[in-house]
T-cell receptor, first 107, second 117 residues
Framework: KNEVEQSPQNLTAQEGEFITINCSYS?????LHWLQQHPGGGIVSLFMLSSGKKKHGRLIATINIQEKHSSLHITASHPRDSAVYIC?????????FGTGTRLQVFP | GAVVSQHPSRVICKSGTSVKIECRSL??????MFWYRQFPKQSLMLMATSNEGSKATYEQGVEKDKFLINHASLTLSTLTVTSAHPEDSSFYIC?????????????FGPGTRLTVT
């Protein structure tokens, strides 16, 4: 079993839909990253959080340390949101990555 | 936000040759840099961690003589794939962390796609 699990693995949505991607982890962490990887391969850090909730534009990330769970929400999804979203946790100063969620948003 | 660059973005080389990939932090000093490898539709796999001025720490199963890492300055780390073989073809990504910022923020480069023929 992976130390960081994401669900779903694949997700398709219509433009405008509200999207949720979940991340569960089984190790102790000091922080959690949500990353976005576009087809070209480059990775962008969307959020880093260790408690509570963060919001940036249409993106919201939450984390529940007690339940070892984090969610990434996208409101009013758009085709340009199509990408792979990766959850990664800091454990002993190294990042452990989830396997990613491939999101496709259709117009 | 902080910017990390990689060069080249794409390289094709012949089997048996060596390839050097550069990773630079453009607007901050990277006390620690990480090198990752990613196979198609798979997650990132940490290869090694390098701290400026000291030897890199390699993950289990990564050959240090094959993947040479140098972190000679606070803004530059290099990964050299020596005697490359087709199985070394992959997407290599570096990331950098500025410990002086006091947080765990890690910034990723755009990646280098290596194809060994």
């Amino acid at each position: 079993k992976n130390e960081v699990e994401q669900s779903p693995q694949n997700l398709t949505a219509q433009e405008g839909e509200f999207i949720t991607i979940n991340c569960s982890y089984s190790v102790g962490i000091s922080a959690l990253h949500w990353l976005q990887q576009h087809p070209g391969g480059g990775i962008v850090s969307l959020f880093m959080l260790s408690s509570g909730k963060k919001k940036h534009g249409r993106l919201i990330a939450t984390i529940n340390i007690q339940e070892k769970h984090s969610s990434l929400h996208i409101t009013a999804s758009h085709p340009r949101d199509s990408a792979v979203y990766i959850c990664a946790v800091y454990n002993t100063d190294k990042l452990i990555f989830g396997t990613g969620t491939r999101l496709q948003v259709f117009p | 936000g902080a910017v990390v660059s990689q060069h080249p973005s794409r390289v094709i080389c012949k089997s048996g040759t060596s390839v050097k990939i550069e990773c630079r932090s453009l607007d901050f000093q990277a006390t620690t840099m990480f090198w990752y490898r990613q196979f198609p539709k798979q997650s990132l796999m940490l290869m090694a961690t390098s701290n400026e001025g000291s030897k890199a720490t390699y993950e289990q199963g990564v050959e240090k003589d094959k993947f040479l890492i140098n972190h000679a300055s606070l803004t530059l780390s290099t990964l050299t794939v020596t005697s490359a073989h087709p199985e070394d073809s992959s997407f290599y990504i570096c990331s950098a962390r500025d410990w002086t910022s006091g947080n765990y923020e890690q910034y990723f480069g755009p990646g280098t796609r290596l194809t060994v023929t």
